[in-house]
């Protein structure tokens, strides 16, 4: 063994106790940093691929980022008009089949026509403000997971009746609708149908599933007043975290609005960016804390080892040598710590994983957890680094000492 | 190792004076010249606080001086950096401390093996060897396993002193080496010291406040308020 390793190990190994509380200490900083970047990342992803899921990554609809200018303005740019209202146009993606074509030509993924109304469902004396979605049950697996989530039925269930309805199950149990109920289906625009409620679907997420309704496209358009009318095209990509880029591109080659899904719940994702900021804080604190023990023991290893150092200066080992020693002592109780806290991270992980939880915002009774190399990585980074730093002060220290000072103090 | 040339001192030192700095400054050597050939086995003596072992000290580079220069084989080792100083002290010095001064977690074996670890000349298996051979020369052979707290004073100090020879060294620098043994260890321990300058050819330099010991020397360096009062060049090697 390598001279200032076998010194380094000797020194620790001599105080079983002492460097047991230090390399304790580490493993308990990882091991909980580990189990809190499994918790934290388990339940961002799970959020996450639920938002995937549930919704389109990308929707373009018939709005536009920025009202047309209005032809006086383009007419007289130097001048400010007032009073103008916005030109009136015609609701609806013009040419929904052609920019679908030309959407489908370079999307990796699917693209299907949908039509959105805002309207209010009424069933036994509720009334329940809802989205309803005219789509087609043949493309619908292309851009979502609807199909995945019918409850009682298939989507095709749509076809069985006149204005067949598909509704959240929440939105069900809220209004006490089951298979077979016909409900009032009545919009803004003041038209009103009798649609017949033949599944039920579950996403996981909470508003989508109380306030959504799917019927054919045909029935949305009857809903809209308009026919031939699509609104909304929705996409899903093979990558959904290219989104945001294919969305852009999307906007600037058609002129529509098109949101991604990022755009769409920015200000969640954004508390992602704020709660992954806490967890790395906690988890920074817990291992600085943890590299106070590894000071610690090096600090009192060098003050009781002050006559070592002095005979292996007056040997001849270099200021570099001693320190190094020192160093590496910092190192094994980093690297010791660091792998039980990575034994002991997963186990935590594991038990907080099996614990049972009944949650009414969590479709599983079990915590998400998420289980990444990166977190036992970067823990055990954060470890190595913070105990060497924690080391090499005293190690430094120890280095610098006069060796005559403590031959003199000894005799 | 380079030989020297028989005019040319082992250690010299020119002029050498150490202050220590505070509030009083303290001058523990002042103005000290001397030379120390090959083969020489000095005492030096002095009542305490004369600078004996602050001397010592500086002509073994654990110190510098505050004025002064101290050649080790006519080379100025005062602006040698750490490193230079270290490695010398390594290659070409040998300390034996009053106290033993063995690494207490470590064996007797592996006490005399780390110098030759550090210095890294010798193979691994021909470091084992001159480790063994240096404990059974000074009659430790059977102890080779056992840490310093298993043995007797005079066998520690016979310890240190295989240490202090394992990267055979020119010259031994001795720092009240009986000081702290009974008669019969501390006459142990003179005697390989002894055999050490005229069986093996090394010089020694050994602080001693035994006037006893130190009239069985070679030469007689004596100190008083860290300068030399009197060196005794020619004396005669007492018969044993």
Do not use: C
């Not at chain 2, 033993?100 to 030759?116: A, K, R």
């Not at chain 2, 480790?131 to 059977?142: F, I, N, T, W």
């Not at chain 2, 394992?166 to 003179?190: C, M, R």
């Not at chain 2, 602080?207 to 360096?221: C, K, N, Q, S, Y």
Request: hydrophobic share 45%.
């Amino acid at each position: 063994m390598n001279l200032t390793l076998d010194i380094a190990w000797t020194h620790v190994r001599a105080r079983v106790r002492q460097t047991g509380f230090a390399v304790a200490g580490v493993a308990t900083g990882v091991g909980f940093s580990i189990m809190m970047a499994a918790l934290m990342q388990g339940s961002q992803d799970d959020f996450t691929n639920r938002l995937v899921n549930t919704l389109p990554h990308i929707t373009v609809s018939d709005e536009r980022r920025a009202p047309p200018p209005q032809p006086a303005e383009t007419l007289y740019p130097a001048a400010k008009i007032y009073g103008l209202t916005p030109e009136a146009r015609r609701r609806g993606i013009k040419n929904p089949l052609a920019t679908m074509a030309a959407l489908e030509a370079w999307i990796p993924g699917g693209v299907a026509p949908s039509v959105k109304v805002q309207g209010i469902i009424r069933y036994a004396n509720h009334d329940v403000a809802t989205t309803i979605t005219g789509i087609d049950p043949r493309r619908e697996a292309q851009v979502s997971d609807l199909p995945k989530q019918m409850r009682g039925a298939t989507l095709n269930a749509l076809y069985r009746a006149t204005n067949a309805i598909v509704i959240g199950d929440r939105l069900a149990e809220k209004i006490g609708a089951r298979i077979g109920s016909n409900i009032t289906v009545q919009t803004s625009e003041g038209v009103r149908i009798s649609a017949q409620v033949v599944g039920f679907f579950h996403s996981g997420v909470r508003q989508v599933d109380e306030s959504t309704a799917y019927v054919l496209t045909k029935t949305g358009q009857i809903l809209s007043q308009q026919t031939g009318l699509i609104n909304e095209l929705r996409l899903r990509l093979s990558d959904p975290l290219v989104s945001r880029e294919v969305a852009a591109r999307i906007e600037t080659e058609t002129g529509y609005k098109s949101v991604s899904w990022q755009e769409a719940h920015e200000d969640l994702l954004s508390t992602f960016i704020i709660r992954n900021i806490i967890m790395y804080t906690v988890v920074g604190a817990i291992l600085l804390v943890a590299s106070f023990g590894t000071y610690n023991i090096i600090s009192t290893i060098t003050h009781e080892k002050a006559r070592d150092i002095a005979i292996m200066k007056s040997l001849g080992l270099s200021e570099f040598t001693v320190r190094t020693i020192f160093v590496i002592e910092a190192m094994i109780i980093g690297i010791a710590g660091g792998l039980m806290g990575f034994l002991l991270g997963y186990l935590m992980s594991v038990a907080l994983g099996s614990i049972k939880i009944t949650n009414p915002f969590l479709d599983s009774d079990h915590l998400p957890l998420a289980y990444s190399y990166l977190h036992y990585l970067l823990a055990g980074m954060v470890a190595l680094v913070s105990s060497v730093a924690a080391g090499y002060g005293p190690a430094r220290k120890a280095a610098r000492l006069h060796p005559v000072e403590i031959i003199r103090g000894a005799t | 190792m380079s030989e020297i040339a028989p005019s040319e001192a082992l250690i010299e030192a020119r002029n050498v004076t150490r202050i220590l700095p505070g509030i009083v400054p303290t001058t523990l050597v002042q103005d000290v010249t001397l030379r120390i050939q090959a083969n020489e086995f000095v005492a030096i003596t002095g009542p305490s606080g004369s600078g004996k072992s602050s001397l010592l000290y500086l002509l073994g580079l654990l110190d510098l001086p505050t004025t002064g220069e101290v050649l080790i084989r006519g080379r100025d080792t005062t602006h040698m950096d750490e490193e230079e100083r270290a490695f010398t002290r390594l290659s070409l010095l040998g300390f034996v401390f009053q106290f033993h001064f063995l690494l207490p977690e470590f064996t007797v074996f592996d006490n005399v093996m780390l110098p030759m670890r550090a210095l890294g000349r010798l193979s691994t298996e021909a470091q084992r060897e001159r480790a063994r051979y240096l404990l059974g020369a000074l009659g430790l052979g059977d102890h080779l396993t056992k840490r310093p707290d298993q043995l007797s004073g005079g066998q520690r100090q016979r310890v240190a002193v295989a240490r202090a020879l394992a990267n055979e060294p020119p010259v031994i620098l001795a720092d009240e080496p009986t000081g702290s043994l009974d008669s019969k260890s501390s006459g142990q321990v003179f005697d390989v010291l002894r055999a050490l300058v005229h069986e093996h050819g090394k010089t020694v330099v050994a602080v001693t406040h035994d006037l006893g010991l130190a009239e069985r020397m070679d030469r007689h360096i004596e100190l008083l308020d860290g300068r030399i009062v009197s060196d005794d060049l020619h004396r005669l090697a007492a018969s044993p």
